[in-house]
C-alpha cells in the first residue's frame, strides 16, 4: 500500500505537469518569457519580465497582433544551464510562437539548441556573451550589443584616458571571462601590457589580498568585467588600499546597487552600458508607464526586455503568420526598428548592427552621462 | 545505529501491511513488471517538458545509485560527488568538441579517468574518520572545479560548447524521446549493477567495514581495498552519467559541478534511505521532481523545498524507504 | 611597493581576514566537540546575523546615529537573537535527530541551512542590502603597508571575543561542564549534569559569535545577501578541520591559518590568484594526510 501511495503520488505529480503542459489557448499568441525568477539574479530577471508584460499589456490594449491577443507564459531559468534547459523545454512543449528573454550567458547557451530545434524565434533582451554567436542555429537574434562592441568601447576609453598598464579582474563565470578575455587580446594585440588578469570568487567578501597584488603591479587603469554586487566590494577595497587610478566597469555593474555598496569609493568610475532608461530620451514614457504598474523604477535591461517584446510582435505582423521560419526570416529583415533603446537591425551573425554602449560615470552617487 | 529508529505513530502498520504484501517473490515481479511498462509507455503520452524532467530524475538516479555505493554500503561521507560526474563530462566534452573523437570512444576514456580520480581521492582518505573525510573530499571537488575553471582546455568558465550528439545504429540521438531511453537505460543497468555489488563479496565486506571495521578487518576483510573498490566504483557511475549529460546538454560549464550539486546528490541518497536501491531511486526523483510541480509558486519553491525535505527528514530519520538493518 | 611591503601587507590582510575565519570556526567546532555534528548551517547563520545587525543598526541609527556605539548597540543585539535562533534550532531540529544515524542529522543540518538561506531570500527579494556606515579609510600607514582603524577595531573586538569565551571555558563551571560533555554524555547525566541545558548553551554561544562575526563583517565589508553565508561557511569548516575539529584553540589558530594560506596563496609565483582556493584546499589535504586529526585535534579511535 505504501508503494501505492508512492505510486499515486508520483502519478498525480505527473499529471500535474502535463495539465500544467498543455493548457494553451487556442485563439491567443502565446509567447514565452525566459529570465531568471529565483537565484541570485532574481533582481534583474523579474525587472525583465515586467517590462515584457508592459510591452503585453501595451500591445493587447492597442488590438494585439494579427488580431489575435497575446498571452505569456514564464521559465525560470534561475541563471543556471540545468535549469534553463527544463524551462526551455517546457516553453518549447507549451506550444509559445516565440521566446523573449535570455539574461545570463550562461544559462541562456544550453537553451539555444533546444529553441534552435524546435525553430522557434528567440529574441535575446540582455545576454551577450560571444559564445551565443557560436551557438546560435539561427532562431535566435541579440538585441544587446555583445561582448565585441563592449570591449571597443572600453578600450576607447582607457587609451583616451592615457592607459598604459591595464589590470583586468572577472568572476570566473561565462560572462564576466568573456569580457575580460576579450579585453585582455585586444589590449594586447594594440601592443601594450595587461600587467594583471585576475580573478575573484563569486561570494567571497573579502578581496584584500587580490588588491595588493593588484596594487603591486602599479596599473593605471582597472577593468572590473563582472556584476555589481562584488563590483562594490572590489572598488571599495581598492580604494581603501590607496589605489588612485582610474576603475571602469562593465555592464554587468551598472546597477545603482554598486555606488549603494561602494559608498563614497566609486565616485569617478567609469561603467560602460547598454542605453538603460536613465539616459534616454525615448524611454520617458516607459518609464512612467512602468512606475505606475510596479511602483518602482525599472532597472538596466528593463528597455531591452521591452525593446525585445515590441520587435517580436512587429516581426509577427510583418511575416503576417505566426509561423515559425516566416517570423524568423522577418527578424532577420528587421531593418531600423524604433526601440526605446534605439534602432534595431541584425548582422549576418544575428547580432546588433551598431553598437549601442554608452560610457557613464559616477558622480555624487548617481550614474549620469560621460562626455 | 543498528536498531532500526522507531517509524513515527500510525505507519507502522502500512509499513508493514506492505512488507508483507511485497514478501512473496511473485507480488514482487507483479510491483516491477507494472513500474516498467510504465516507465517504456509514459513518454509515448509525455511532451518534450515532461521528457526533459523525467530524463533529468533518470540522471539523479544514477548519480544518485554511484554515490549510494560510496555513502550507503561503503558508508564513507563524500561531499564532492559532483567531481566524478564533472571528469566524465568534460573527458566526453574535451575528447569531442576538440579532438573530434567518436562519443561512444570517449566512454572508455571517462572510465578509466573517473577511476583514476577514484584512486587519487579513495588514497589519502582511507585512514580519516569520517568528518575528515567529508571536507578531503568537499575539497577535492572544489580543486576539480576550479581547475575546469582555470585551464584553457575545459574552456575556462564559459565552458564547452558544441559538443556532437552520438549515433546509435544509425539514429542521432538527437531528441528528448532519445535521451529520455538513454538515461532510462542507464539507470535500469545501475540499478543492476548496485543490486550485484549488494549481494556480492565485496558487498558484503563493505556492510562489514561500515557498521564495524576493526571486527571487519580481524576477519581478514582487506579494509583498504573494500573502500578504495567503493570511491573507484562510485565514480564510475559519476563518470559514465557525464558522459551522457554532456551529450545531452552540448554545452558545459564549471557552474554545473558546485558543491551545492554535491550536496543535492547527497540529500537524494540520505532522503530516499542509503543503502536501498528503492529508496534511492524514490530519493533521486523527489530531488527533480518537487522543484519542478512547484515551479509555479515561484521564488518561493526553494523555500518550500527546504522545509519539506526538513519535515521527511525529522519524521523519517533514515529516510523515505530504509534499508534494513540486521 | 618592495616585495617586503607585500609580504607585510598580505601578513596583515590574511591576519584581519582570518579572523572573521576563526570567529565562525569557532562555532562550528563547539557544537561538534558537544554533540559531534558538523553543523552546516551555521554559515547562515553568520548571515542571519548580518541581516539582524542590519535591521537594528537602521532602527537604532535614529538615536544613536550611525556611530560605533550604535554599532555596538546593535552587535549585542544581534548576537542575543542570534544565539536564540541557534539554540530554537537545536531544540525543534537537532535534538530529536541524536539517535538517529550520523548522516541523516548532517542532512537535517543542510535543510535547516536551506531553509534559511531561502528564507531570507524570500523576505529580502534576493538584493543586496547597502550596509551603510562610512567608516572613513583613515588608518596606520608603515611604509607601503596600510591598515584602517576600523580593520584594527575588527581585529581587537574579534580578540576580546575569543579571549572571553577561553575563559569562558576553561575557568567556570558550564565551561568545564562544556569539555565534560565533549568527552562523555552519559557520564554527565550520571554525575548530574543538565547536559540538554550545556548543549543548548554551547549552541548560544557558538551562534551569537556567528551573529557577532556576521555585523562585523555587514560594517566593514558594506553589504550583506542572503548567500553571504555560504562560503564563509566552507571556509570556517575548512579552518575548524586544519585546526583539529572539536578543539577550540584549533579553530582559533586554523581560522588564522587559511586566513594567511589565502592572503599568500594569491602571492604564488608564476600562476594567478585563480588558484589560490586550489592551493589551500591542497595544503589541507596534505596536512590531513600527514596529521589525519589536524593540527590540535586529538587521536581517537571511532566506533559507530
Known amino acids: 500500500m505504501k508503494k501505492r501511495i508512492l505510486t499515486a503520488a508520483l502519478g498525480s505529480a505527473l499529471a500535474g505537469l502535463l495539465f500544467l503542459g498543455q493548457s494553451a489557448w487556442a485563439a491567443d499568441l502565446k509567447i514565452g518569457i525566459m529570465v531568471p525568477t529565483t537565484g541570485s539574479e532574481a533582481t534583474a530577471g523579474k525587472d525583465m519580465e515586467n517590462a515584457i508584460l508592459l510591452a503585453v499589456d501595451e500591445i493587447n490594449q492597442a ?47 544550453p537553451t539555444l539548441k533546444i529553441y534552435g530545434d524546435a525553430g522557434l524565434p528567440f529574441a535575446i533582451a540582455a545576454a551577450n556573451s560571444t559564445k551565443l554567436i557560436d551557438a546560435n542555429q539561427g532562431n535566435a537574434f541579440l538585441v544587446n550589443s555583445t561582448g565585441y562592441d563592449q570591449v571597443n568601447t572600453a578600450v576607447e576609453l582607457f587609451a583616451a584616458k592615457g592607459a598604459k598598464r591595464l589590470a583586468v579582474i572577472h568572476q570566473g563565470d ?54 555589481y554586487a562584488d563590483g562594490g566590494l572590489v572598488i571599495k577595497q581598492l580604494r581603501r588600499s590607496g589605489y588612485r587610478g582610474l576603475i571602469a566597469v562593465g555592464d554587468g555593474s551598472n546597477s545603482p546597487k554598486l555606488l549603494e555598496i561602494g559608498g ?35 532597472d538596466a535591461y528593463s528597455t531591452l526586455a521591452y525593446d525585445s517584446m515590441m520587435l517580436m510582435a512587429d516581426a509577427i505582423t510583418r511575416a503576417g503568420s505566426t509561423e515559425k521560419a516566416a517570423v524568423i526570416k522577418a527578424l532577420s529583415e528587421t531593418k531600423d526598428f524604433k526601440g526605446i533603446s534605439g534602432p534595431v537591425s541584425f548582422t549576418e551573425q544575428n547580432t546588433l548592427g551598431h553598437s549601442n554602449f554608452v560610457v557613464l560615470i559616477a558622480k555624487g552617487g548617481k550614474w549620469v552621462l560621460a562626455e | 545505529m543498528a536498531e532500526q529508529t522507531q517509524s513515527p505513530r500510525g505507519s507502522k502498520p502500512i509499513v508493514q501491511s506492505v512488507a508483507r504484501w511485497l514478501a512473496p517473490q511473485r507480488n514482487r515481479i507483479i510491483v516491477l513488471a507494472v513500474l516498467a511498462v510504465v516507465a517504456m509507455v509514459l513518454p509515448l503520452a509525455a511532451n518534450n517538458y515532461m521528457l526533459e524532467v523525467l530524463s533529468n530524475a533518470w540522471f539523479y538516479v544514477v548519480l544518485c545509485l554511484g554515490l549510494n555505493i560510496v555513502v550507503g554500503y561503503a558508508g564513507l561521507l563524500d561531499l564532492g560527488y559532483a567531481a566524478f560526474f564533472a571528469v566524465g563530462a568534460y573527458t566526453t566534452g574535451i575528447l569531442t568538441s576538440q579532438f573530434g573523437v567518436n562519443f561512444w570512444l570517449t566512454i572508455p576514456v571517462a572510465v578509466v579517468c573517473s577511476m583514476a580520480a577514484g584512486i587519487i581521492i579513495g588514497g589519502p582518505t582511507l585512514r580519516l574518520r569520517s568528518d575528515y573525510l567529508a571536507i578531503v573530499t568537499l575539497g577535492f571537488g572544489e580543486i576539480v572545479r576550479i581547475c575546469a575553471r582555470n585551464l584553457e582546455i ?18 542521432h540521438l538527437n531528441q528528448a524521446i532519445h535521451f529520455y531511453y538513454v538515461f532510462l537505460a542507464l539507470a535500469v543497468l545501475a540499478c543492476f549493477c548496485s543490486y550485484r555489488l549488494q549481494h556480492s563479496r565485496l558487498g558484503r565486506a563493505w556492510q562489514y567495514v561500515r557498521e564495524d571495521e576493526d571486527a571487519a578487518e580481524a576477519m581478514g576483510i582487506n579494509r583498504v581495498g573494500a573502500k578504495l573498490y567503493a570511491y573507484v566504483i562510485g565514480a564510475v557511475f559519476g563518470g559514465v552519467a557525464g558522459c ?60 518550500v523545498f527546504a522545509v519539506v525535505m526538513l519535515v521527511i527528514i525529522l519524521y523519517r530519520p533514515e529516510g523515505i524507504w530504509p534499508a534494513k538493518r540486521s | 611597493m618592495s616585495s617586503l611591503d607585500i609580504f607585510f601587507q598580505q601578513l596583515a590582510n590574511g591576519l584581519i581576514l582570518g579572523s572573521f575565519y576563526a570567529l565562525v570556526a569557532l562555532g562550528y567546532t563547539m557544537v561538534y566537540g558537544i554533540i559531534k555534528l558538523l553543523n552546516f548551517a551555521h554559515g547562515d547563520l553568520y548571515m542571519c546575523g548580518a541581516f539582524v545587525g542590519f535591521l537594528f543598526l537602521s532602527l537604532v541609527s535614529g538615536l544613536l546615529g550611525e556611530s560605533w556605539t550604535g554599532i555596538l548597540c546593535s552587535m549585542v543585539l544581534s548576537m542575543l537573537t542570534i544565539g536564540l535562533l541557534g539554540v530554537l534550532i537545536q531544540r525543534v531540529a537537532y535534538r530529536p535527530m541524536l539517535s538517529a544515524p550520523r ?35 583613515e ?46 554524555q552519559d557520564a554527565c547525566r550520571l554525575m548530574g549534569i543538565n547536559v540538554n541545558r550545556v548543549i543548548a548553551l554551547t549552541f548560544f554561544i557558538g551562534s551569537a559569535l556567528a551573529g557577532a562575526a556576521g555585523v562585523m563583517a555587514g560594517v566593514y565589508y558594506g553589504s550583506i545577501h542572503f548567500f553571504m553565508g555560504f562560503v564563509i561557511g566552507l571556509k570556517a569548516f575548512t579552518a575548524a578541520v586544519i585546526g583539529g575539529i572539536g578543539s577550540i584553540r584549533g579553530a582559533m589558530l586554523g581560522g588564522l591559518a587559511l586566513g594567511l594560506l589565502e592572503a599568500f596563496g594569491t602571492q604564488i609565483p608564476f600562476v594567478g590568484s585563480e588558484w589560490k582556493d586550489v592551493f589551500s584546499f591542497g595544503i589541507l589535504i596534505l596536512l590531513l594526510v600527514f596529521k589525519p586529526t589536524g593540527l590540535l585535534g586529538k587521536t581517537e579511535i571511532e566506533r559507530m
Open chain 1, 63 to 109: 488590438g494585439g497582433v494579427l488580431g489575435m491577443q497575446v498571452t505569456t507564459m514564464t521559465g525560470d531559468d534561475a541563471c543556471d544551464p540545468q535549469q534553463a534547459t527544463a524551462a526551455a523545454s517546457k516553453l518549447v512543449s507549451s506550444d509559445v510562437t516565440a521566446i523573449v528573454g535570455g539574461y545570463c550567458s550562461g544559462a541562456t547557451l
Open chain 1, 174 to 227: 561565462g560572462y564576466s571571462e568573456d569580457l575580460a578575455k576579450l579585453t585582455r587580446e585586444k589590449w594586447a594585440g594594440d601592443g601594450k601590457e595587461v600587467v594583471a588578469y585576475e580573478v575573484v570568487n563569486k561570494g567571497e567578501q573579502d578581496h584584500s589580498s587580490l588588491v595588493t597584488r593588484i596594487k603591486s603591479k602599479a596599473p593605471d587603469a582597472i577593468f572590473w568585467t563582472a556584476y
Open chain 2, 244 to 303: 551522457f549529460f554532456a551529450a545531452k546538454m552540448t554545452a558545459i560549464s564549471p557552474e554545473t559541478f558546485m558543491f551545492q550539486q554535491s550536496v543535492l546528490i547527497l540529500v537524494g541518497v540520505v532522503l530516499g534511505g542509503m543503502g536501498k536501491i528503492p529508496g534511492v531511486i524514490i530519493g533521486a526523483f523527489a530531488l527533480v521532481l518537487f522543484p519542478e510541480v512547484f515551479r509555479e509558486i515561484g521564488s518561493m519553491r526553494m523555500l
Open chain 3, 139 to 184: 588608518g596606520l600607514e608603515m611604509g607601503n603597508v596600510f591598515i584602517t582603524y576600523t580593520q584594527i577595531v575588527l581585529v581587537v573586538s574579534a580578540a576580546l571575543l575569543m579571549l572571553t569565551l577561553f575563559f569562558f571555558i576553561n575557568r567556570t563551571m558550564y565551561g568545564k561542564a562544556m569539555r565534560a560533555i565533549a568527552i562523555d
Open chain 1, 264 to 298: 563614497k569609493a566609486t565616485e569617478g568610475v567609469y561603467c560602460f552600458s547598454n542605453p538603460s532608461v536613465d539616459y534616454l530620451p525615448t524611454a520617458k514614457a516607459f518609464t512612467d508607464a512602468y512606475k505606475n504598474k510596479y511602483n518602482q523604477a525599472p
Open chain 2, 154 to 171: 575545459t574552456g575556462g568558465a564559459g565552458g564547452l560548447i558544441g559538443i556532437e550528439r552520438p549515433h546509435l545504429f544509425g539514429l
Open chain 3, 103 to 137: 548522516l541523516s542529522i548532517l542532512i537535517t543540518a543542510l535543510a535547516v541551512s536551506m531553509v534559511l538561506s531561502n528564507g531570507v531570500m524570500a523576505l529580502t527579494d534576493g538584493d543586496y542590502e547597502a550596509f551603510n556606515t562610512d567608516l572613513g579609510f
